[in-house]
């Protein structure tokens, strides 16, 4: 809110000095607090702080029209006029100052408009319909969204609901949520002269929704101040630790980030590769992570190098002169410019060796790549302005929405289905959580951004919705796999997809759902089907209860002595039986083994029990077929499973003219089901045809011999 006060006394990051560009001001947001904005001026005057935000305006856009904040600046501060914040500033310094922080990030003219009024609205006399009257519906809309963020409660015992508003208002316009962002950084900023129960509570709404929002965004500059600033306030004594740890590597005579350099300067001098070298100091919870994971702290954990280059393709050729020149540490290597992260950062990130053994980690990255990263979705410019020529030729004619990345589409698709707050929230905790997304891509080149540790299930709800409940089974990379396996960044997905549309999902994949998406479908129709033990898993196991047309008898292990398919052996008066467990018929390459009564067994010769006599030193009998075309076999048919898919295999099966002597259905395991059949083939030279059929049938990925693996045939 715009209420909080004032302490001019809370310690700011301490920051080491790198040359900066003339032509391209830096992105500096804690320059911006209260010092630069108030400058010397006293107290009962106000400072010419449009000034300030006019200018940072014109750094990103030299021709934007002022007009439009010159009368925002008018309305706010002669609404404000006489209101002051607890510290005894002016009212009117903090509409201010987050317009401020919103300019120097790149925020286009409507964004800092509605900055300048957000607060109009809620706290003077000011209406909407007078906003959107003198400003345009674009200003009323953010300026009605930011004020519908600030009249959530948020109590912890409010907080399903609170955040649930929070995306309902952000809408389809991150606009709204960049503006709370701001206006949570300066609130922050000044929070010192708090009640410090209160100041904890603010902190950690900040810490665990605000800040992890700010990442989705992409607005590391916001989100790495709101990170310090929250580490003060819960973590004070970790934080006054780092604070020294910095200080005193400040102070240090040596500094191997900046040899290193001075090193990549000149290497890349020589290269004839124009780019600018920064050393980037870490944040405060940047080194503190450090120093957890790492222990003892060296001068080249204080920071990275930060190159930046004119050219995506100046980026590889940069990598490649470091890697050759310098000593690199591959397993450091990461390219986020091929593959971008889920909020548009992109960088190549490398590490070299320097003489004393420190690790120097590097990013490489173009001017617009780096004020992506610092800005996200706040350097997009207004996603309502006409595409420019180069923008429609670079997308064919369609433009991408920045106002609603992936993330952001799916919470508020999701949030209309949760089925109460407490769903809600835990879910969107989850998923904020994440740290990671992957791309994973559809057979007709279609894209899918999902959490690190998507599996199938997830990848199945995000591309057909509600419609996934009817899916069987998945091809990653061109294999068939589980429903439960687990995606990779660059995996193809292809989902297989059943044609009932009465087909249930499983309370089993509940276990595999990683995404908000897939959980609360899944857990919607479970509840709405409270009838269903187990949705379409309860039903394949009555189903595979019903068809068991027989048990598992001898017939599926060893064919009787009479079947039709008889092999002559090299053995007179012995008797010949087949082995269930590779289940021979012409004109398969077959061998016999001599086993108790006189029996001899046969086998295909590239059966695995083969392997096992002889191992054991058992003699083979020479083994031929005979004269007759029939032959009994043994098929496995894996399928995922659906309604009537049994009826579908026996009528492929029955017009091939093959006899079901029997049959089996195993128990579904993660919707996949096994059928076994012994089958009577009128002519041993109809085997392939036969199975080719049964494959075609949908749902079967695949039918091959049997393999029991049973050393009681033998």
């Known amino acids: 809110m715009s209420a909080e006060a004032t302490n001019p006394a809370t310690p700011g990051p301490v920051t080491n000095t790198v040359p900066r560009r003339k032509a391209r ?109 003198e400003f345009g519906a674009e200003v009323r809309y953010l300026v009605d969204g930011v004020t519908k963020l600030e ?50 509570r603010i902190a950690k709404v ?41 200080v005193d590597n400040a102070s240090r005579a040596d500094d191997p980030l900046a040899e290193v350099t001075d090193e990549v300067r000149g290497v890349l001098r020589d290269a004839g590769i124009q780019a600018e070298v920064l050393i980037r100091p870490r944040h405060f919870v940047s080194v503190h992570r450090v120093a957890r994971k790492r222990g003892r702290l060296r001068g080249a954990d204080f920071g990275r190098l930060l190159v930046l280059v004119n050219e995506d393709a100046d980026c590889y050729g940069v990598l490649g002169e470091l890697h050759t020149c310098l000593k690199p540490v591959v397993s450091e290597f990461k390219d986020f410019i091929a593959v971008p992260k889920f909020n548009l950062y992109q960088s190549l990130h490398t590490a070299v060796a320097h003489t004393d053994g420190q690790v120097v980690e590097v990013l490489i990255r173009t001017h617009q790549m780096h ?107 061109g294999r068939l796999a589980t429903l439960s396996t687990v995606l990779k960044d660059g995996d193809t997905v292809q989902l297989l997809m059943g044609q009932d549309p009465a087909s249930e999902p499983s309370r089993e994949w509940l276990e595999h759902a990683h995404t908000p998406a897939a959980r609360i479908a899944i857990q919607r129709w479970i509840t709405a089907h409270p009838g269903s033990d187990d949705g379409a898993g309860a039903a394949a196991d009555e189903r595979a209860r019903s068809v068991r047309t027989a ?43 001599s086993v108790r009564g006189g029996v001899v067994t046969v086998h295909r010769v590239e059966c695995s029990a083969v392997a096992h006599m002889k191992g054991v030193g058992r003699a083979e009998v020479g083994v031929r077929w005979g004269d007759t075309t029939e032959c009994r076999v043994t098929l496995v048919a ?29 128990p579904p395991t993660q919707q996949r089901v096994r059928h076994t059949y012994t089958l009577q083939l009128p002519d041993a030279a109809h ?18 011999r049997a393999q029991h693996h049973q050393t009681s045939a033998f």
């Open 25 to 133: 001001p830096r992105i500096d947001l804690r320059r911006l607090g209260r010092a630069a904005l108030l400058g010397p001026t006293a107290r009962d005057r106000l400072p010419d702080a449009i000034g300030h935000v006019a200018e940072a305006h014109r750094a990103h856009y030299p021709d934007a029209d002022l007009e439009p904040l010159r009368r925002a600046w008018v309305l706010a501060e002669s609404s404000h006029r006489g209101q002051m914040r607890k510290s005894g500033e002016p009212y009117i310094t903090h509409p201010l100052a987050v317009t401020l922080i919103l300019a120097e990030l790149g925020a286009e003219t409507t964004t800092l408009t509605a900055s300048l009024l957000h607060d109009t609205v809620e706290d003077t006399e000011v209406t909407l319909d007078q906003v959107g009257e």
């Open 151 to 200: 009249k959530v409660d948020y109590g912890a015992a409010a907080e399903p609901e609170t955040f649930r508003k929070m995306l309902v208002a952000t809408g389809s316009d991150v606009r709204v949520m960049s503006i709370k962002l701001a206006d949570r950084l300066h609130n922050m900023r000044t929070l010192g002269v708090m009640r410090p129960e209160k100041q904890a």
């Open 206 to 246: 900040t810490r665990d929704v605000l800040i992890p929002l700010a990442e989705r965004l992409g607005v590391q500059a916001l989100k790495t101040e709101l990170e310090d600033l929250v580490f003060a306030i819960l973590h004070p004594e970790e934080y006054d630790h780092t604070r020294e740890l910095i």
């Open 371 to 477: 004020k992506v990263a610092e800005a996200g979705v706040i350097a997009l410019g207004n996603p309502y302005a006409p595409p420019s020529e180069e923008q429609q030729a670079a997308n064919d004619g369609e433009r991408a929405d920045p106002t609603r990345p992936g993330w952001l589409s799916r919470l508020l698709d999701w949030q209309e289905g949760a089925p109460d707050p407490d769903t809600f929230w835990s879910t969107l905790r989850e998923d904020l959580a994440q740290d990671r997304e992957i791309t994973v891509f559809r057979p007709d080149g279609g894209t899918l951004g999902l959490p690190d540790g998507a599996t199938c299930v997830d990848a199945a709800y995000a591309q057909y919705g509600e419609d996934a409940h009817a899916c069987i089974g998945a091809r990653v990379n």
């Open 551 to 593: 048990p598992p008898a001898a017939e599926d292990i060893a064919p009787p002595l009479d079947a039709p398919a008889t092999p002559v052996v090299d053995q007179p008066g012995a008797t010949v039986r087949l082995a269930g467990c590779c289940t021979p018929v012409p004109p398969d390459v077959v061998t016999g083994f």
């Open 638 to 666: 894996e399928s995922f499973g659906r309604p009537h898919l049994l009826a579908d295999l026996t009528e492929a099966i029955a017009l091939e003219g093959a006899e079901i002597v029997s049959a089996t259905v195993e």
């Open 687 to 704: 085997l392939l045809t036969l199975m080719r059929a049964m494959r075609n049938v949908p749902g079967v990925y695949d039918v091959s």
